[in-house]
């Protein structure tokens, strides 16, 4: 198979010997042509996700955020002019720590780079699933200072006017799904969750970190309407109707065991980015030592199992091997049992 | 002590200058109706003495998004999001012209079935999930902070020894955390205790107030008193403050802690209006919410 002798560059960019395939490709000459066109439109098929090392939240994130961004194909073209919704994971806080909420430090480097792209405007938006008072876990989060420092507008999800839009997933059995205005006004919404593990769904990142999207005034504080339709369903169905254009996963530290809340912190020193979300959670599922094929909505997402399978994702940036961390699960709890990827894998 | 911002205006007048006519009151400036912030603001501007008469004109707008059964929901849009009808309850007492309504919402709470209660254990979680509180969404789960409005809204409007209201202080003492506290209404999970939080730990405790001995809820007055000083949020501070209160706890300075976190309206931003609504309650009611409207009843009868 000719992806498995290209070589990997640590930087994400394409290498020379990519492009001359491209290059060949492109003017189509004979056989070689014919085949080289059939790799490249495999190629094309296939969702594009990067790993960036970061050892910690002071190092800098800018730089790999805009290396992943540029990796992917995402560039001014892309970003110029466009209103950004950059939704991270306050599900829950704790003062002090570092490893439930994704931390202020990735979300103004994201907010920077697309300020850098010409976006129009970069908003923050986030809903709490388990707090009535967004004031407080934004203060706990270390959030409302940076807010200002970085004059950055943020919109509390949970109580937002309120848009109604058929569901286009069709899994859970809700006709439709009411989404906050300014997430329905967006022109991106970017998922940044936090990597953790998740006990009633294995795993939770950026394709569950939608939940967050949506208003608790509707949904009720946590979300219980999607525990009543189907956990699984509603990932389904909120990521087919919200259509997210971006996932930058926090993985620099955390969390394992019992989470999404009460596990322990757990370093793995890495940032996933991806545009296709199910392909970017699959590849930080692995980075945790987590068989995405074994995670039931990430099985379910779009392009079925075929679109996760390792070999059906250009990586780009670190290998997963060079990063693999593996999380701890627990033998308690259901949602854990036969997730762990092996270890050849 | 006057209550007043940095700029010497009057915090009542700002929130009375929030009601939109014909409207009732939105959540932030610009955005549309809030059954729940027109309620809080309705309580908090009788409680402040407001003489301007948008407390009368909002019950009005109040009563207009009833439905036909009683309930009081977030949008027409929404019949399922009827968590604000014990508080539109709680808005309309006291007002006499507006007992039908009262009475409406009293009754479509007491009558409410329409519950996703479990029939038994539920594997990783050990609340009992058979008692019939209320949720925040029809046909879901029971949580804590929404059975805790109906609380207050029917020992407020006389149904305190309703078997109903009883279901309701059950379920907030079985939801109680083991170290005090109150969270959504999880509190243990796959063996390991959740947190709590001080804006469902004020309100826990202010529903309860009065109606258990204080030693069952003493370790959620301790933790309560241990998150005070580092609250800064408009909401959490407020219920700490009232639901401290409601159990005669002597706090140190409310009233300056109020003002600080009103002050920090101008780095960021002007608060939400149930979060001023309930900061001006906190200010006002400093024997709890319950017993300031029970004393107002009095007065006016």
């Known amino acids: ?345 | 002590m006057a209550l007043t911002d940095t700029n010497e205006k009057s915090q009542l007048g700002l929130l009375e200058e929030r009601f939109v006519e014909g409207v009732g009151f939105p959540n932030r400036p610009g955005g549309g109706f809030r059954p729940d912030a027109t309620s809080w603001a309705i309580l908090a501007l009788e409680a402040a003495g407001s003489a301007s008469g948008v407390a009368g004109k909002a019950r009005r707008l109040l009563a207009n998004a009833q439905s036909e059964d009683g309930r009081v929901c977030v949008s027409p849009q929404h019949p399922d999001a009827c968590w604000p009808t014990p508080l539109a309850a709680l808005a309309w007492h006291g007002a006499p012209e507006f007992d039908q309504p009262r009475d409406k919402a009293i009754r479509f709470l007491l009558e409410f079935d329409q519950l996703g209660v479990l029939d038994g254990p539920q594997t990783g979680e050990s609340h009992d999930v058979t008692i019939r509180g209320w949720p925040w969404i029809a046909k879901t789960h029971p949580w804590v902070e929404p059975t805790a409005y109906v609380l207050l809204a029917l020992r407020v409007c006389g149904r305190g020894s309703h078997s109903r209201t009883q279901d309701a202080v059950r379920l907030l003492m079985d939801r109680q955390l083991a170290n005090g506290g109150w969270n959504v209404g999880t509190t243990v999970t796959f063996g390991k205790q959740m947190w709590p939080t001080p804006e469902a730990s004020g309100l826990g405790l202010q529903a309860l107030a009065g109606l258990v001995p204080k030693p069952a809820v003493q370790r959620s007055i301790e933790y309560l008193r241990s998150q005070l000083p580092t609250l800064n949020a408009p909401m959490s501070l407020a219920w700490a403050i009232l639901g401290l209160h409601a159990w005669q706890e002597t706090l140190d300075q409310p009233h300056e802690r109020i003002l600080q976190v009103l002050a920090s309206q101008e780095q960021l931003g002007p608060y939400d209006t149930f979060s001023l609504g309930l900061l001006l309650l906190a200010w006002h009611c400093d024997t709890g919410l319950v017993r300031h409207l029970e004393d107002k009843r009095q007065a006016a009868k």
């Not at chain 1, 780079?113 to 876990?137: K, M, N, S």
């Not at chain 1, 039931?296 to 997963?320: F, M």
């Open chain 1, 1 to 345: 198979m000719i992806r498995s002798r290209l070589k990997k560059q640590p930087s994400g960019k394409i290498s020379r010997r990519e492009l001359l395939v491209d290059g060949l490709a492109a003017v189509g000459i004979g056989t070689t042509g014919a085949l080289l066109r059939n790799y490249l439109h495999e190629r094309s098929r296939k969702a594009r996700v990067f790993i960036a090392k970061a050892g910690s939240y002071e190092a800098d994130l800018i730089s790999p955020i805009a290396d992943g961004l540029r990796s992917l194909g995402i560039g001014p073209a892309q970003v110029r002019g466009k209103r950004i919704l950059l939704k991270p994971n306050f599900v829950e806080t704790q003062r002090g720590t570092i490893h439930i909420c994704t931390r202020p430090e990735v979300v103004f480097a994201a907010v920077e780079v697309f300020r850098r792209l010409g976006a129009a405007t970069v908003l923050i938006g986030e809903g709490p699933g388990h707090c009535r008072d967004t004031d407080r876990v934004l203060d706990e989060a270390q959030m409302a200072e940076a807010l200002v420092e970085n004059k950055t507008p943020f919109v509390d999800l949970n109580n937002d006017d309120l848009v109604v839009r058929p569901n286009a997933g069709g899994r859970s059995g809700l006709a439709t799904l009411t989404l906050p205005a300014t997430a329905a006004q967006a022109d991106w919404i970017v998922s940044m969750p936090k990597m953790k593990t998740h006990h009633w769904v294995g795993v939770t990142l950026s394709m569950k970190n939608l939940f967050g999207l949506m208003p608790g005034i509707v949904y009720g504080w946590p979300k219980n309407v999607f525990h009543w339709a189907g956990i699984e369903q509603a990932i389904l169905d909120i990521h087919a109707t919200v259509k997210p254009q971006l996932a930058i996963i926090d993985g620099i530290v955390g969390m394992e065991g019992d989470g999404p809340i009460v596990g322990t912190p757990k370093h793995a020193g890495v940032l996933v980015m991806g545009q296709d979300l199910a392909a970017a959670d699959a590849t930080a599922a692995r980075i945790m030592g987590i068989d995405p094929l074994k995670v039931t909505y990430l099985r379910s997402a779009p392009g079925g199992p075929g679109a996760i399978a390792a070999q059906n994702i250009l990586q780009r940036g670190e290998t997963i091997a060079a990063v693999r961390t593996d999380f701890q699960l627990l033998d308690a709890i259901p949602a854990h049992l036969g997730l762990r990827l092996a270890q050849s894998l």
